[in-house]
């Protein structure tokens, strides 16, 4: 026996606890401590962004069923101003290949043109 005052407890849920959470949609979740902190039909989780940038290399010109397609390539930058160098910290390679059939989709892909890409995951898969 000791006259000290008991040292706190850590918070431990009693086993299989259900925790609760009421979103601002109203909708409520209950599970383990792991629940998400957004609703899982209305969530609005603000989704973790990766964010490259690439530098248009080339492109090459096809006719697809009478239609000009556009293959444009692009790679990770990697020099070339301060930015691109903090860049290829990140994002030290990469490459995209991309057909576009959309004219004024591909006239944006000019030759030496930067372009940040985002990977922005989606919500529901
Ligand atoms: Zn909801």
Not at 30 to 41: I, N, Q
Not at 77 to 97: A, C, H, L, M, R
Request: net charge neutral; hydrophobic share 30%.
């Amino acid at each position: 026996m000791s006259n000290l005052p008991e040292a706190p407890q850590p918070p431990t849920p009693p086993k299989g606890e259900t925790w609760t959470k009421v979103y601002d949609c109203g909708c409520s979740a209950s599970g383990g401590k792991d629940l998400p902190d957004y609703c899982a039909e209305h969530g609005t989780a603000p989704p973790t962004k990766v964010r490259a940038k690439f530098v248009c290399n080339s492109y090459e010109t096809s006719l697809q069923q009478g239609a000009e397609l556009r293959t444009v390539k692009l790679s990770a930058v990697y020099d070339g101003s301060p930015e691109n160098k903090q860049f290829f910290k990140w994002t030290p390679n990469g490459q995209i290949t991309m057909g576009v059939l959309n004219q004024a989709a591909w006239e944006s892909f000019t030759l030496g043109k930067e372009f940040y890409v985002d990977f922005v995951p989606c919500a529901n898969k």
